[in-house]
């Protein structure tokens, strides 16, 4: 019923920038949230950022300002733009979000865009 289609990962030399999108596409009602997660290999998935229809945002503590998420919940879309890469940043990066298909509201995910920081 909905599908996160991610974009724009590829590979990066140290201090470079990405930008990722995120397209929510299906039967949507609404779109409540919608945010980054990525997960290392043999690491566990974690939050990167979140955005809310509101405009709240929460980051993870560890990005140091570099990372900024955005929002256009017209295009049912989600932006991270990803600045000053580090090797550390090297993950799969996942588009989650919180979504009501009417009646019902769920948490839904992407396939993954692979981000590799290296020279």
């Known amino acids: 019923q909905v599908q996160l289609v991610e974009s724009g990962g590829g590979l990066v030399q140290p201090g470079g920038s990405l930008r990722l999108s995120c397209v929510a596409s299906?039967?949507?009602?609404?779109?409540?949230?919608m945010g980054w997660y990525r997960q290392a290999p043999g690491k566990e998935r974690d939050l990167v950022a979140h955005?809310?229809?509101?405009?709240?945002?929460n980051y993870a503590d560890s990005l140091e300002g570099r990372f900024t998420i955005s929002r256009d919940f017209n295009k049912n879309t989600v932006y991270l733009q990803m600045n000053s890469l580090k090797s550390e940043d090297t993950a799969v990066y996942y588009c989650?979000?919180?979504?009501?298909?009417?009646?019902?509201?769920?948490?839904?995910w992407g396939q993954g865009t692979q981000v590799t920081v290296s020279s």
């Open positions: 989650n979000a919180q979504i009501t298909v009417w009646p019902r509201s769920g948490e839904y």
């Open positions: 299906g039967s949507i009602f609404r779109i409540h949230a």
């Open positions: 955005i809310t229809s509101g405009g709240s945002i």
